[in-house]
């Protein structure tokens, strides 16, 4: 038999009949809680006793040490031990050979009426100052849901705001009515929830606070300009929590010391990252030209298109920025003689490409067939879907004449 068993936890407080329930079958099956592990999970060790049952009562957060004490104090002389207390959860335990009988008194009820609705207040208030808050800032800085999303794909903060908005205030909605649910038939006698029910409602908890958390180190490690070192610094922060319930598995204080030092940690190390490590640009002014002939860059030179004249200068830049979804190149050529080339790449992840077109394209062409090009005179315009790649193409070249067209294939290795 297994020594140990771990088993998730995470279970809403309103649902602590539901929870009784589910220890009360571990139990019949051999397992008794020992411990929780970590934030979402209960540690189990084999047990022989087979009278074992649990109670598991709503805990009011308003209580001092010695309310607490007098209530551990009364459970035991009913024959019930403390466990421990998960999720607004005080979990109890029968003590050896005695069989203590779960009972619920009015006077539980009441007071368990009063836990609710404080965190119904409470959880009101926060939402409302919250919102105002935010109201507030967008307001102060100028900022719009359209601008906020307005090529959101290029950016990781922005690409998690988007999505972390909708989904906070629908979870938020959801645990309003779930705590006005639980005000109106929680704290009375009622039948335990189904196994399906309490699943979702524990995931629906673990995947909220997954959500914060993912939402706080994606907008601190943004300042961060290469993404492979990005990645890197989030998922030291993610492996945080595993390292630290491997390094103090007995030890919870120890557990916490270094989950705290190394979320720290991380948190400086992207700090000092974010200052140090430059972005990837490149110009001929300060950088020389030979890189413009290097194949890792995505350059659209102007002998590609046309013989070079003699006595010409150029002066050429070049930019990399990247994303999780999308990685921009921008390319420019600015010649002597007038003679302006502006490259822009987007490499998507796959099924986003045709996502971002329609984000570039101008009002006026959307929705119209190939070519995608607009020619206002001096300024010639067209954007290209090559697979997962979405091309821009501006300057004064005539993108259509079928010579420049094929010599930018070419370049850009088009299809």
Request: net charge negative.
């Amino acid at each position: 038999m297994k020594q140990r068993l771990i088993r998730p936890l995470a279970f809403p407080f309103g649902d602590y009949e539901g929870v009784r329930r589910y220890l009360d079958g571990l139990a019949q099956k051999g397992w008794s809680l020992t411990r929780r592990a970590g934030l979402f999970c209960g540690l189990f060790e084999p047990t022989r006793r087979t009278e074992l049952t649990y109670d598991v009562v709503p805990a009011d957060p308003r209580r001092t040490d010695a309310d607490l004490e007098a209530q551990v104090r009364q459970r035991r002389e009913d024959g019930w031990e403390p466990v421990d207390t998960l999720w607004g959860m005080d979990i109890y335990r029968s003590l050896p050979c005695e069989g203590p009988e779960v009972r619920r008194t009015e006077e539980d009820y009441r007071s368990w009426r009063g836990v609710f609705r404080n965190w119904l207040l409470w959880s009101g208030a926060f939402l409302l100052v919250t919102a105002a808050a935010l109201g507030l800032l967008a307001w102060y800085f100028g900022l719009s849901w359209s601008q906020l999303t307005r090529q959101w794909y290029l950016s990781d903060s922005r690409t998690m705001l988007c999505l972390f908005l909708p989904l906070a205030g629908l979870l938020a909605l959801a645990w309003m009515g779930w705590l006005l649910w639980c005000l109106l038939r929680r704290c009375r006698p009622h039948a335990p929830s189904g196994g399906l029910a309490m699943g979702l409602r524990c995931f629906l908890q673990i995947f909220a606070v997954f959500l914060v958390a993912a939402l706080l180190i994606v907008l601190w490690v943004s300042q961060i300009p290469r993404l492979w070192i990005r990645v890197a610094v989030a998922l030291c922060f993610f492996a945080m929590p595993a390292l630290s319930a491997l390094v103090g598995r007995e030890d919870r204080q120890r557990r916490l010391l270094v989950l705290g030092g190394g979320v720290l940690v991380c948190f400086l190390a992207a700090m000092v990252l974010g200052w140090t490590v430059p972005e990837l640009s490149l110009n001929t002014v300060s950088d020389g030209s030979g890189w413009r002939s290097d194949s890792s860059y995505t350059c659209l030179l102007r002998e590609k298109l046309e013989e070079i004249p003699d006595g010409e200068t150029v002066t050429a830049y070049y930019d990399r920025t990247a994303s999780l979804l999308v990685r921009q190149e921008r390319y420019s050529e600015s010649w002597s003689d007038g003679t302006v080339i502006e490259v822009t790449v987007y490499t998507c992840a796959p099924g986003l490409a045709g996502l971002v077109l329609d984000d570039l394209l101008p009002a006026t062409l959307s929705g119209t067939e190939e070519p995608l090009s607009l020619d206002s005179g001096s300024w010639r315009q067209r954007w290209v879907r090559d697979g997962n790649r979405v091309i821009c193409l501006d300057g004064t070249p005539d993108w259509t004449d079928e010579t420049v067209w094929e010599n930018v294939c070419a370049a850009l290795a088009l299809e």
